[in-house]
């Protein structure tokens, strides 16, 4: 029989001396994983009682490695405390930061390419109208 926790109970486990994680709504107890975690120990206890599933995936785990996490399965969450799946997600709106003296990308950062434009295009015009005037 599958043990079902919820989220609360499962972020209660969020120390290295019981640390458990989330992964697909599975829950396991890594608690004595932590120390030959390949990653390092503060790479799990970073998540320790949260979910850890799309960190997990963006990873890139081997085969192995989601193998080896069956040797720590304690349970699931609680399907009755899990979010309904026809509730629509609330969006979330990217802000970007725009510097005064450049436009932001879509990572947040600043494109410097206008600004190098427009800097190489008035050198370009104050070396044109300086070799202009020396010549003649």
């Known amino acids: 029989m599958t043990t079902n926790y919820t989220r609360?109970?499962?972020f209660k486990h969020n120390t290295k001396r019981d640390c458990w994680v989330i992964r697909e709504n599975l829950v396991y107890n890594?608690?004595?994983f932590l120390e030959e975690h390949p990653g390092?120990?503060?790479v799990i206890l970073e998540y320790a009682g949260r979910d850890?599933?799309?960190a997990f995936a963006e990873i890139g785990h081997s085969d192995t490695a989601?193998?080896?996490l069956k040797d720590y399965l304690v349970g699931c969450t609680d399907p009755a405390t899990e979010k309904s799946p026809t509730k629509k997600k609330k969006s979330v709106?990217?802000?970007t930061d725009v510097s005064k003296s450049g436009t932001s990308n879509a990572s947040g950062g600043t494109n410097w390419f206008p600004i190098s434009?427009?800097?190489l295009l008035i050198l370009g015009v104050v070396v044109f109208f300086?070799?202009?005037f020396n010549s003649g």
Do not use: L, R, Y
């Open 130 to 132: 300086f070799g202009k």
């Open 8 to 10: 609360e109970e499962v």
């Open 66 to 68: 989601i193998e080896q």
């Open 117 to 119: 434009f427009v800097i």
């Open 30 to 32: 890594v608690t004595d």
């Open 93 to 95: 709106a990217v802000q």
């Open 40 to 42: 390092g120990e503060d």
């Open 52 to 54: 850890i599933t799309k």
